[in-house]
């Protein structure tokens, strides 16, 4: 059964930092890309950043230059450092776990971020 498992969200100010981490279990590291997506109240999911197998790493413009995706293939992990946070940053934040082969998509339950001004 495939599980994975958000933690590091909460209440932050503006220009400060966090990390998230994503536990995975039940999922072949080398199989799987593991991204993050956010959904702010009243919006629609959308895509943060993401990391294959290898360490190649995609980021949402929005994001690029201000956090980190890295991964940790022995513990199934992928972790996100955000820095220079902003309002707009407040999110609930979710991991997920690509099949290379499949396409299929798992996902977590998601971490509450929020950035106050």
């Known amino acids: 059964q495939v599980q994975l498992v958000e933690s590091g969200g909460g209440l932050v100010q503006a220009g400060g930092s966090l990390r998230l981490s994503c536990a995975a279990s039940?999922?072949?590291?080398?199989?799987?890309?593991m991204g993050w997506y956010r959904q702010a109240p009243g919006k629609q999911r959308e895509f943060i950043a993401a990391?294959?197998?290898?360490?190649?790493?995609n980021y949402a413009d929005s994001v690029k230059g201000r956090w980190t995706i890295s991964r940790d293939n022995g513990r199934n992990a992928v972790y996100l450092r955000m820095n220079s946070l902003k309002p707009e940053d407040t999110a609930v934040y979710y991991c997920n776990a690509r099949n290379i082969i499949t396409n299929y998509v798992y996902w977590g339950q998601g971490t509450q971020v929020t950035v106050s001004s």
């Open positions: 990391i294959t197998s290898g360490g190649s790493t």
């Open positions: 039940g999922i072949f590291s080398s199989r799987h890309a």
